[in-house]
């Protein structure tokens, strides 16, 4: 059952946040669905440009639509990630997507208000709900580079400015997460001074939480150690930091590197064990499970595990 993260954003709001999971492959929309389905939590499945231009949007999306109708009880929204103003149109016009995602942070205030502005009134007129971003976060992102040094954490004045400017749906805030497999370094982690002073400037307003992997230790060990060469000097977000987030306003949290992370150990490990096999469906299964697991335990720790069901009972069309 498809329905807009609105309402999801509603009925969590400090109590368990959603997880926006970004698929790529079959095996990844498999997953995602089945786990789903397994632990009745609902889920926002995201599609990146760059995953648009992998498998192409029909291909994509009628992969994710597939998936829902054999999995019919599952509750999802299907959401675009990191988008610009073309991404948008052409997501609008398929009238596929429940939401929509303009990324100007890396604009001056103003304009990244007048971007967001137009995006939220087209994607309106239409039902679609859209969400912004205020502050930049560091690291890599499909085709994304932003460097350390020009990454800024979101201001909580500017950000209660920003969304009572441009209507926008929910927030993507920058408060120490970055993009890719290296999160944090030392001590570094979630700032939740910054986290808390934005919601008292946005209270009950949906906040979102970029580069929420774990990227945990061991997977990249297994990596290395079936031939990869990824650093270990770096961690991802640990479970109580988004534990901890949630009640701060945190309602989704983005999830992409760590189903990268496993795609690597998974298929290096089985390559490295089989090396005269070249069946792809083989490690492709085998992803498959191991991704259903790992989604699991994702939305047995955020809590939204078992909440599908006020949903199917409860399905009413939200309208803008």
């Not at 939590?41 to 992969?63: C, E, K």
């Not at 926008?168 to 030392?186: R, W």
């Not at 990869?228 to 901890?244: A, D, F, M, P, T």
């Not at 590197?257 to 083989?282: G, I, K, Q, Y």
Request: hydrophobic share 40%; net charge negative.
């Amino acid at each position: 059952m498809m329905i807009s993260p609105k309402r999801l954003y509603q009925h969590c709001y400090g109590t368990y946040a959603i997880a926006a999971i970004n698929v790529f492959t079959l095996e990844q929309v498999l997953g995602v669905f089945r786990a789903a389905h397994v632990c009745e939590s609902p889920v926002i499945i995201q599609t990146t440009p760059a995953a648009r231009d992998y498998a192409t949007p029909h291909v994509l999306l009628s992969m994710i639509h597939s998936a829902a109708k054999n999995y019919p009880e599952v509750v999802y929204s299907v959401h675009l990630d990191h988008g610009n103003e073309a991404h948008i149109s052409s997501a609008l016009a398929s009238d596929t997507y429940t939401s929509v995602m303009i990324d100007a942070s890396y604009n001056p205030l103003i304009e990244n208000i007048a971007r967001t502005k137009a995006v939220a009134s087209a994607a309106h007129a239409k039902g679609v709900v859209v969400e912004a971003e205020l502050g930049l976060l560091s690291g890599i992102e499909d085709d994304m580079v932003v460097d350390q040094a020009y990454a800024s954490f979101t201001n909580p004045e500017e950000a209660a400015y920003f969304v009572q400017e441009t209507q926008c749906d929910s927030l993507a805030v920058a408060v120490g997460t970055s993009h890719g497999v290296y999160k944090f370094k030392g001590d570094q982690g979630i700032r939740f001074d910054i986290l808390s002073a934005i919601q008292q400037q946005l209270p009950n307003f949906p906040l979102v939480l970029h580069g929420g992997s774990s990227a945990p230790l061991e997977e990249i060990v297994r990596i290395n150690q079936a031939g990869g060469n990824l650093s270990v000097g770096s961690r991802g977000v640990s479970n109580e930091e988004i534990s901890k987030a949630i009640p701060l306003g945190i309602c989704k949290v983005n999830v992409a590197t760590d189903l990268r992370v496993l795609w690597t150990r998974v298929h290096r490990e089985f390559f490295a064990d089989n090396p005269t096999d070249f069946d792809p469906t083989v490690p492709g299964r085998l992803y498959i499970e191991a991704l259903e697991q790992l989604c699991i335990d994702k939305f047995t720790q955020l809590g939204s595990a078992g909440k599908a069901a006020y949903f199917r009972s409860n399905n009413t069309t939200y309208s803008i």
